[in-house]
T-cell receptor
């Protein structure tokens, strides 16, 4: 079965700084990969997804992620973080068995 | 487009009481998922349905938990009797067919069992 690891539980960045959140997956075939964001008191909102094709995918709110098969990674990036980006971020991997596995999440704090 | 709608948003009740959480998926979606989120265990899949039929309920913690989907636009998650350790945020999500389709989440029900 597939699995996903988010190595960083909590990250703090200054407003305006760049951001990279790490995600590593385990799956034998090409996975379906997703990044979600969860603001306090809300559900998970889809930021972006990767199925195939261009390994650099663009999402909402200025986020992008790059699929690197050789590293089994799908890291999320943003060139300049805004205070409103403070939230919990979840990486998820799906497979052909209709199962989707979520990482434990990374909590982002943005310093003014 | 209306998203996934969950009710109630908050529920506080005493242990031993029956709790019913409700979910209306996005129209046309044929998969529906119930999750539980806690600080200790993160996001856990409890059960999911395809075309109103339960497919995998291996995540349901105990017999006290049950879920139904009587039609394509409504699902319930019931806990009877409830216990303090059931306190969590419960999310419903739905999606189209296809494992490459993203799940769309409701805003959750924050459940507190006293």
């Amino acid at each position: 079965a597939q699995s996903v690891t988010q190595p960083d539980i909590h990250i703090t960045v200054s407003e305006g700084a760049s951001l990279e959140l790490r995600c590593n997956y385990s799956y034998g075939a090409t996975p379906y990969l997703f990044w979600y964001v969860q603001s306090p008191g809300q559900g998970l909102q889809l930021l972006l997804k990767y199925f195939s094709g261009d390994t650099l995918v663009q999402g909402i709110k200025g986020f992008e992620a790059e699929f690197k098969r050789s590293q089994s990674s799908f890291n999320l990036r943003k060139p300049s973080v805004h205070w409103s980006d403070a939230a919990e971020y979840f990486c998820a991997v799906g497979a052909g068995n209709n199962d989707m596995r979520f990482g434990a999440g990374t909590r982002l704090t943005v310093k003014p | 487009d209306a998203g996934v709608i969950q009710s109630p948003r908050h529920e506080v009740t005493e242990m031993g009481q029956e709790v019913t959480l409700r979910c209306k998926p996005i129209s046309g979606h044929d998969y529906l998922f119930w999750y539980r989120q806690t600080m200790m265990r993160g996001l856990e899949l409890l059960i999911y349905f395809n075309n109103n039929v339960p497919i995998d309920d291996s995540g349901m913690p105990e017999d006290r938990f049950s879920a139904k989907m009587p039609n394509a636009s409504f699902s319930t998650l019931k806990i009877q009797p409830s216990e303090p350790r059931d306190s969590a945020v419960y999310f419903c999500a739905s999606r189209w067919s296809g494992s490459n389709q993203p799940q769309h989440f409701g805003d959750g029900t924050r459940l507190s069992i006293l």
